[in-house]
């Protein structure tokens, strides 16, 4: 179990590029979610996966966000026309269950996206 | 709407003093609450869960406890340490899939 990971750890980029972060979960979780995280705040949710079937998206996720999880393994978040209000680290996190449990959530380490 | 208030928002303590850190949640129909530590510029490390019908939980120096009733939860740190220095969060969850972080204490632990 190498745990939760991500990539890449960072991402400048300018304003109105696009961009993609991956995230590779914990080998036998279910269950995937992406946060995001400013600065002085607790991360706040995005999009929910369970295996390959994307189940429940915030409003925060406008239409420039989209998520994939091919297969029920990776992760992909893509931002398009990336704005400077998406400055923030992209947090992602996975945990294994069935029905209605709530399990544990295990973090990746992020992904701190700066918009120019 | 679910909010998730956590009190103080930062707390500084010389070493060796046991400390509380309080999390408030406005809805009490939660399935569990977690407490996470982060390290500045990393992603969240879980400490400890509890489930909607436990009342507490314990971990090694930390405790954490859970009050449905009155929408609170505790985590108790024993014996602080400088290296328990961090930010300490907790989530209420009210689903597999919905979960509510508060902002979080920034805790300094002087040696």
């Known amino acids: 179990d190498t745990g939760v990971s991500q990539d890449p750890r960072h991402k400048i980029t300018k304003r109105g590029q696009n961009v993609t972060f991956r995230c590779d979960p914990i080998?036998?979780?279910?269950?995937l979610y992406w946060y995001r995280q400013t600065l002085g705040q607790g991360p706040e949710f995005l999009t929910y996966?369970?295996?390959?079937?994307?189940?429940?998206k915030s409003r925060l996720l406008s239409d420039r966000f989209s998520a994939e999880r091919p297969k029920g393994s990776f992760s992909t978040l893509e931002i398009q026309r990336t704005e400077q209000g998406d400055s923030a680290m992209y947090l992602c996190?996975?945990?294994f269950g069935s029905g209605g449990a709530v399990d544990t959530q295990y973090f990746g380490p992020g992904t701190r996206l700066t918009v120019l | 709407k679910q909010e998730v208030t956590q009190i103080p928002a930062a707390l500084s303590v010389p070493e060796g003093e046991n400390l509380v850190l309080n999390c408030s949640f406005t809805?009490?129909?939660?399935?569990?609450l977690q407490w996470f530590r982060q390290d500045p510029g990393k992603g969240l490390t879980s400490l400890l869960l509890?489930?909607?019908?436990?009342r507490e939980q314990t971990s090694g120096r930390l405790n954490a406890s859970l009050d449905k009733s009155s929408g609170r939860s505790t985590l108790y740190i024993a014996a602080s340490q400088p290296g328990d220095s961090a930010t300490y969060l907790c989530?209420?969850?009210?689903?597999?899939?919905?979960?509510?972080f508060g902002s979080g204490t920034k805790l300094n632990v002087k040696p």
């Open positions: 996190a996975s945990s």
């Open positions: 509890i489930q909607s019908s436990q």
């Open positions: 996966f369970q295996n390959e079937a994307q189940l429940e």
């Open positions: 989530a209420a969850a009210y689903n597999f899939n919905k979960f509510y």
């Open positions: 080998s036998e979780h279910n269950r």
């Open positions: 809805d009490s129909a939660i399935y569990n």
